[in-house]
């Protein structure tokens, strides 16, 4: 017997994302967190050809610092272990890099995309109304991007099976968070459908 989608097990709002309303953001997929990335590689990548297939923006973010003025809490947090310009591990993992350009590159030094950056300015200029959240790490990086689109305005759509973290206790727990006050949950076949326009009626 076919596993139900990924998305079934939170679910509580039902909805498709508008083509000509949304822009999908890749967070955070660079070297050092391939680890958790590798294994929704494929996922990402064909999350971002879809979009790009349907003319919908794309954008990516890196996380790296660049001197302890942007460390923020996050420098006490993580005992300065953090992400610094200009390292290997900063970078986009290479299959990722490969399908950005430059213009679609946000860099950032907190858990939230829109923080100190011009993303928010970016998705304006393009008539962005909804987001869908892709990437690493699930319950910091972009969770904390979804709940800040929400606050703005955003509809936020959040990927179930092209977001990955350390560990699945924290996964389904944003998962669950994310279905109850802040996100439609969908996963690659989901989005595809309802890009294509097979899914569900709004």
Same mark, same amino acid.
């Given at each position: 017997m076919a596993s139900s989608p990924s998305y079934k097990k939170y679910e509580i709002r039902k909805r498709d994302? =508008?083509? $000509?309303? #949304?822009?999908?953001?890749?967070?955070?997929?660079?070297?050092? %967190?391939?680890?958790?990335?590798?294994?929704?590689?494929?996922?990402?990548?064909? @999350? +971002?050809n879809l979009c790009r297939q349907a003319s919908i923006p794309v954008f990516f973010t890196r996380?790296?610092?660049?001197?302890? &003025?942007?460390?923020?809490?996050?420098?006490?947090?993580?005992? =300065?272990?953090?992400?610094?310009?200009?390292? +290997?591990?900063?970078?986009?993992?290479?299959?990722?890099?490969?399908? /950005?350009?430059?213009?679609? +590159?946000v860099e950032k030094n907190t858990y939230s995309a829109f923080e100190n950056t011009r993303l928010q300015e970016m998705l304006a200029e393009r008539g962005v109304e909804e987001v869908i959240i892709t990437g690493v790490m699930t319950n910091l990086c972009c969770e904390t991007t979804a709940r #800040? #689109?929400?606050?703005?305005?955003?509809?936020?759509? %959040?990927?179930?099976?092209? @977001?990955?973290?350390?560990? /699945?206790?924290?996964?389904? #727990?944003?998962? $669950?968070?994310?279905?109850?006050?802040? &996100?439609?949950?969908?996963?690659? $076949?989901?989005l595809q459908q309802g890009i294509s326009g097979n899914g569900m009626k709004k």
């Open positions: 994302p =508008n083509p $000509k309303a #949304a822009a999908l953001l890749v967070i955070d997929m660079q070297n050092y %967190f391939s680890s958790m990335a590798g294994p929704i590689l494929t996922n990402a990548i064909a @999350t +971002v996380h790296c610092h660049k001197s302890p &003025a942007d460390y923020g809490m996050l420098g006490e947090w993580w005992d =300065n272990d953090l992400l610094f310009d200009g390292t +290997v591990d900063s970078e986009l993992i290479p299959e990722i890099e490969r399908l /950005s350009k430059p213009d679609e +590159v #800040a #689109a929400f606050v703005k305005g955003y509809r936020v759509f %959040f990927s179930t099976d092209a @977001t990955a973290t350390s560990d /699945s206790e924290l996964h389904e #727990a944003t998962l $669950k968070n994310m279905a109850t006050g802040f &996100a439609y949950l969908v996963d690659c $076949k989901r």
